[in-house]
């Protein structure tokens, strides 16, 4: 199976209070496109006042110099952003986060667990009629700040779920305030990878910079094959605790994987761009 590697703008811009200009955004975007990952994680159809920064997505979207060798997925909160979204036949992939945590679940979609499940159903829904693969986010599967009960089964359980109640085929735990240690990637990848064979499983892990590689070849080494970062780690969760805590370095993670000798047949020069564009991005 090849790696797979998301690129995570979308996460690594939505936590910046001061407006990026939408024509910075294309650019930027337009050059991660050059580099050629698989996927982009470009922008979120949810509304402005929760994501100011990302109210621009349709208008981003419009100034994409789309390829075939990547295909463009994007953030939605409940049904109406999955119409808006369902609507661009350029977006191959809809991303969908459901926390295992009730506390989280209601803080980032307003909307408890049990409402969140609701939603997520009609979501598959819109997706399968707009044939749109659908992504769900298993936020807080690796531990919470907030006290409520979390244990590896718990999470199984939910993936578990989703896939026999929605058949939902694409399912990534992740690792929201970067708790993670070796032994709840290693248990949670190898149980769900092994035991859910026809759902793919990626990781959306958070890490200081100390910690990325790391918590990328943990992930690896349990069969994990999909993979979300951002160029210099940019991003991550609000309610982590150290605010080193931010997404998967890109490079550090290329790096990994250039030394196992896995060529992943992107473009280092438009990656080398790109990264550099991140110190006037961010």
């Known amino acids: 199976m090849d790696i797979i ?18 024509e910075k955004k294309i650019a930027y975007l337009n050059k991660l496109l050059d580099v050629g990952f698989p996927v982009l994680d470009f922008g979120s159809f949810v509304s402005p006042k929760a994501i100011p920064q990302l109210a621009d997505t349709a208008k981003v ?16 909160a409940n049904e109406r952003g999955c119409n808006d979204a369902v609507q661009h036949e350029e977006i191959s992939f809809i991303g969908y986060p459901f926390s ?10 307003n909307a408890g667990i049990e409402e969140s499940l609701i939603r997520l159903e009609a979501i598959k829904t819109i997706c399968d009629k707009h044939q749109k693969k659908l992504v769900v986010y298993l936020s807080m599967a690796f531990g919470n700040p907030y006290g409520d009960k979390w244990h590896p089964d718990i999470v199984t359980d939910w993936a578990f779920k989703l896939k026999d109640k929605m058949e939902i085929a ?17 248990g949670l990848f190898t149980t769900m990878i092994t035991e859910l064979p026809t759902v ?5 892990l958070h890490a200081t910079p100390d910690d990325v590689v790391k918590k990328v070849a943990w992930a690896y080494e349990a069969g994990c094959r999909k993979f979300d970062g951002a160029l210099k780690g ?22 990994y994987f250039d030394d196992l000798n896995l060529d992943l047949g992107l473009n280092k020069d438009a990656l080398h761009e790109a990264a550099l564009m991140t110190n006037e991005i961010f």
């Open 200 to 204: 793919e499983i990626g990781a959306h």
């Open 100 to 109: 295992v945590s009730e506390t989280f679940q209601k803080r980032n979609t």
């Open 170 to 186: 694409y399912l990534a735990p992740s690792d929201t305030i970067g708790s993670a240690d070796e032994a709840s990637i290693k």
């Open 5 to 22: 590697v998301t690129e995570c703008p979308r996460d690594a811009m939505q936590g910046i209070s001061e407006f990026i200009p939408t």
């Open 61 to 76: 979207l419009e100034g994409l110099k789309l390829n075939d060798k990547t295909k463009l997925l994007a953030i939605v």
């Open 234 to 255: 940019y991003g991550g969760c609000p309610m982590a605790k150290d605010d080193l805590t931010g997404n998967m370095d890109t490079e550090k993670m290329l790096s």
